[in-house]
C-alpha cells in the first residue's frame, strides 16, 4: 500500500491515538457526561493558547472561526486595519468587505512582513480604527508575523488586535495574554493533529466590549451566542462531539511533550528543512529575516513545473506537499511542520522531492538535501 504522507499545510497527519479516540461511539452533548468534556477541552485550549481569556469552540473550519471574529466584533462602516502578507492576510479584507466594513490594508511584499513602526504611524493618524487584523503564520508565503511588536503597538490604542492563528497555534509561540492579543482564531486541523471541523476564537475583555456593540448581520456565528452559554458549560448549537472528544485525546499529547518543547521541535524540523532546499541549490522564498517554523517554502528552479512536482509527488510517492497559491502558483513548493511529525517524515520528503525534481530534469547530486538537512539534524556531525 502506498504512504499517505501529509507535509500539507492542512490537513496535517492525525496520530493513532487520536484515530482512536475519533472512533469511540458518540455520546449525547447536553449530558453532564459530556459538559466535563467541554470544561477540559476549553481549559486545555487555553493553555495552548497562553491565555486565561475565554475561548470559544465552534463547528467550522478555520475561515468559519475567521469570520466569527469579524462580524462578532464590528459592525458595518466601522473603520479597521489589515496587516498583511499574503493569501490569508488577504483573506481577513474579503470577509470585512462581505460585511461592509471598509479596510485600510498595509501590505508586505510577499515572503516578507510588515513591521510594527509602519503600523504605530497608521493608528496614531486615525485613532477611529476599531481592529487591526493581521496573521500570525502567513502559511502563503512561509513568513511568521511578529505579533509581539503588533500587539505592544495596538495595546497603547482603542483598536483591538485579532490575529489569524489558524496554522500557528501549538506550532509557533504566540502568548496571547503576554503580547496583547485580544482575538485569535484557529483550527483544529494544523497543529492540533484533527481532522477539520472544529474552529476556534479567543477573547479579552477589551474584545467583548466591542462585541457588544456589534451590528453586523449574523446568526450562526454570532459569538455572543457562545458567550452567554459558557458559564454554564454548554455550546448555543450542536458541537462536533466526536472532534471535541478527539482534542482531548490530542491536547494530552500537547501536553506530554510541553508546548515549548514542540516549538523547540518545529523550529527544528522548519531549519533542517531550509538546509535540505539549501543543499540541493535551490532558493528559500521567505525572507530569512521572518523565515516561519510553521511551513518552508521552496523557489521551484527555473524550467521544470512546480504543479507537475507536486502532483507526482503525491500520485506515484504518496508524499504530499503544497504548491503555489494565487501569483506563486507554479512557482514556489510549501513543506508543511506542523502536527503530528518527526525528523524522519521530513527526511522521507526530501528524499521525495529529490527524485522527483531528478526526474524532472535539475541536476544536483543524489541525495546532496537529505546530507544536510541529515547534519543539522545531528549536530553537524560529518557523514
Ligand atoms: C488554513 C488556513 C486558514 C483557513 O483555514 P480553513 O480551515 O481552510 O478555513 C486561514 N489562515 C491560515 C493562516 C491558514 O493556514
Not at 502567513?138 to 511578529?146: K, L, W
Request: with cysteine; hydrophobic share 40%; proline share 4%.
Amino acid at each position: 500500500m502506498k504512504r499517505n504522507l501529509l507535509l500539507t499545510p492542512g490537513p496535517t497527519q492525525v496520530p493513532a491515538r487520536v484515530c482512536e479516540a475519533l472512533s469511540r461511539p458518540i455520546i449525547h452533548h447536553r449530558t453532564p457526561q459530556f459538559q466535563v468534556f467541554l470544561k477540559e477541552a476549553i481549559e486545555g485550549l487555553k493553555e495552548i493558547y497562553q491565555t486565561k481569556n475565554d475561548v470559544y469552540i465552534l463547528a467550522s473550519s478555520g475561515t468559519g472561526a475567521m469570520e466569527a471574529s469579524v462580524c462578532s466584533l464590528l459592525s458595518p462602516g466601522d473603520k479597521v486595519m489589515i496587516v498583511e502578507g499574503g493569501k490569508f492576510g488577504e483573506r481577513w479584507t474579503e470577509i470585512c468587505q462581505a460585511y461592509g466594513i471598509p479596510t485600510q490594508v498595509i501590505k508586505a511584499e510577499w515572503g516578507k512582513v510588515v513591521g510594527p513602526k509602519i503600523v504605530e504611524a497608521a493608528l496614531k493618524k486615525d485613532k477611529t480604527i476599531k481592529a487591526v487584523f493581521t496573521t500570525l503564520a502567513e502559511t502563503s508565503t512561509g513568513v511568521t508575523f511578529d505579533i509581539k511588536s503588533l500587539g505592544k503597538v495596538v495595546k497603547e490604542t482603542p483598536a483591538v488586535l485579532v490575529v489569524d492563528a489558524v496554522s500557528g497555534l501549538g506550532v509557533e509561540d504566540m502568548k496571547t495574554d503576554a503580547w496583547s492579543v485580544d482575538v485569535a482564531a484557529s483550527a483544529s486541523h494544523k497543529g492540533l493533529m484533527l481532522p477539520p471541523g472544529l474552529g476556534f476564537v479567543s477573547m479579552s475583555a477589551k474584545a467583548k466590549t466591542l462585541m457588544v456593540h456589534s451590528k453586523c448581520p449574523k446568526y450562526y456565528f454570532d459569538l455572543r451566542a457562545y458567550e452567554k452559554v459558557l458559564a454554564s458549560v454548554d455550546t448555543p448549537y450542536t458541537p462536533a462531539i466526536g472532534l471535541v472528544v478527539a482534542l482531548l485525546e490530542s491536547m494530552k499529547m500537547i501536553k506530554e511533550a510541553g508546548l515549548e518543547n514542540r516549538f523547540a521541535h518545529y523550529r527544528r524540523l522548519a531549519q533542517a528543512t531550509r538546509k535540505g532546499a539549501l543543499g540541493l541549490g535551490l532558493k528559500l522564498y521567505a525572507d530569512e529575516s521572518c523565515a516561519s517554523n510553521v511551513l518552508t517554502s521552496i523557489c521551484v528552479p527555473k524550467g521544470i513545473d512546480g504543479e507537475k512536482l507536486v502532483k507526482i509527488m503525491r500520485d506515484q510517492h504518496g508524499v504530499s506537499i503544497a504548491g503555489g497559491q494565487a501569483e506563486l502558483k507554479g512557482k514556489i513548493i510549501r513543506i508543511a511542520h506542523m502536527g503530528c511529525l518527526d525528523e524522519y517524515d521530513l527526511l522521507t520528503g526530501i528524499a521525495c522531492l529529490e527524485k522527483v525534481l531528478r526526474e524532472l530534469g535539475y541536476r544536483f547530486e543524489l541525495g546532496a538535501g537529505v546530507a544536510s538537512a541529515q547534519k543539522f539534524l545531528n549536530g553537524g556531525l560529518s557523514l
